[in-house]
């Protein structure tokens, strides 16, 4: 069974950083392709960033370029969101994703951005 775990989340206030971490097990890590989204209340769940399974192909939702970069160690079967210039419009549930036939979750990290 495919688990995703989130980890990192916590209240920052605007302009301050943070790192978020997903730990996969139950699959091969280094043949996923992994994505983080993020849905705030009210909104649609949207895609933030995506790397590929090699870390050679990366994408980034317009709003965090320049801000955020996705990363991945195959070592520790986890992939990151460092989060830098936070702003209050990143505030969130973060959540790990990855698919294998069918979508994977983790059960998502809290992001507040707030002075």
């Known amino acids: 069974q495919v688990q995703l775990v989130e980890s990192g989340g916590g209240l920052v206030q605007p302009g301050e950083s943070l790192r978020l971490s997903c730990t996969v097990s139950?699959?091969?890590?280094?043949?996923?392709?992994m994505n983080w989204y993020r849905q705030a209340p009210g909104k649609e769940r949207e895609l933030v960033a995506g790397i590929s399974n090699t870390g050679g192909s990366i994408n980034y939702a317009d709003s965090v370029k320049g801000r955020f970069t996705i990363s991945r160690d195959a070592a520790k079967n986890t992939v990151y969101l460092q989060m830098n210039n936070l702003k209050p419009e990143d505030a969130a549930v973060y959540y790990c994703n990855t698919r294998i036939f069918k979508s994977y979750w983790g059960q998502g990290t809290q992001v507040t951005v707030s002075s």
């Open positions: 139950g699959f091969t890590f280094s043949s996923l392709f």
